[in-house]
């Protein structure tokens, strides 16, 4: 029964590592008033730049640092379309997203795939931490991860620092509450919400790369599935706090391992695997209509800021 546990519980922090680093970017844009439609998107030009570089380089840091670039210049271009332009910012995001979607699955197609050739790469193997990933049940779920997984789960901490303990933290909350109280002040609107918005790309280009690099080894087109909005989602069930995003992120990822170990367990739920997919999904959804009904967005989310107009 432990070993059940371990290799669910196991399976679970690495399928909530992707969503986790996704919606933890999305907190960043949302906190200073950026909706960001588009981290399906990011995330999937994240995987495909990861894999790709990974597989001419053979180097997985050089693949990681891809993924990193490019969803820092998608968080750009989205940070040009929502602040400088004052694009609506969810048709920004929508149409970031349907870029990503093709672009992605276009570059594999012309530049990877072949007729003959699933290509394929290695991934990131586990570290297991030196006397902690022996602790019973505990030890193989918690420190016997791969390096980005524990970069997610640092991650928390770190967000949670820089936004609620230190003074540029709290120019971003007052930027995404009343940007025009804060321009009065001194604080520099439109240079806060961009660097928000590209954080938040970084992020998203992690959590896309994490995909290929520590999954699967390999590409598939929209391998997201979705994961994007997950996490946007999850942004709202955690009410814009990092650890209640980290909260949501482990309940989805021990959901949808749970659903991964009854399908490999055979028997009736065989014939109704379909459901046992989108088992995750729905029980999400469930906990997001229960558990965000106090939540408060950010008062400004969504409204572009313009300069000396009352």
């Not at 992020?203 to 995909?211: K, S």
């Not at 959901?255 to 379909?274: C, E, F, K, N």
Request: glycine fraction near 12%.
């Amino acid at each position: 029964m432990i070993e059940v546990i371990e290799s669910v519980g196991a399976t679970g922090l690495r399928l909530a590592a992707p969503l986790l680093l996704a919606a933890l970017g999305e907190l960043f844009a949302e906190r200073s008033g950026v909706l960001n439609l588009g981290i399906e998107g990011i995330m999937l030009m994240g995987a495909i730049s990861g894999f790709w570089i990974t597989f001419v380089t053979k180097s997985l840091f050089l693949g990681v640092l891809a993924a990193v670039t490019v969803g820092g210049l998608i968080g750009l271009l989205m940070a040009f379309l929502s602040v400088s332009l004052r694009a609506n910012q969810i048709v920004a995001g929508l149409a970031l997203w349907i870029f990503g979607l093709g672009l992605s699955g276009f570059i594999y197609r012309a530049g990877i795939w072949g007729p003959y050739v699933y290509p394929t790469v290695s991934t990131f193997g586990n570290i297991a931490i030196p006397g902690l990933s022996g602790i019973p049940a505990l030890g193989p779920i918690l420190f016997n991860q791969s390096v980005l997984v524990y970069l997610a789960l640092i991650a928390v901490p770190i967000c949670f620092f820089f936004l609620f303990k230190t003074t540029w933290g709290l120019k971003v909350t007052a930027v995404g509450e009343n940007p025009r109280a804060a321009d009065t002040l001194g604080i520099k609107v439109y240079r806060t919400r961009y660097i928000c918005v590209i954080i938040g790309g970084i992020l998203a280009g992690v959590a896309g790369a994490l995909l290929p690099l520590v999954w699967m080894g390999s590409f598939n087109e929209n391998m997201t599935a979705g994961r994007g909005f997950i996490a946007f989602a999850l942004v709202i069930f955690g009410a814009w706090k990092p650890w209640r995003i980290l909260a949501g992120s482990l309940l989805f990822g021990s959901i949808d391992a749970v659903q991964m170990r009854l399908q490999a367990s055979g028997g009736i739920w065989i014939y109704s695997y379909q459901f046992l997919l989108m088992l995750p999904y729905i029980l999400t959804i469930v906990a997001l209509v229960i558990l965000s009904r106090r939540a408060g967005a950010p008062a400004e989310l969504t409204k572009p800021y313009i300069r000396g107009e009352e």
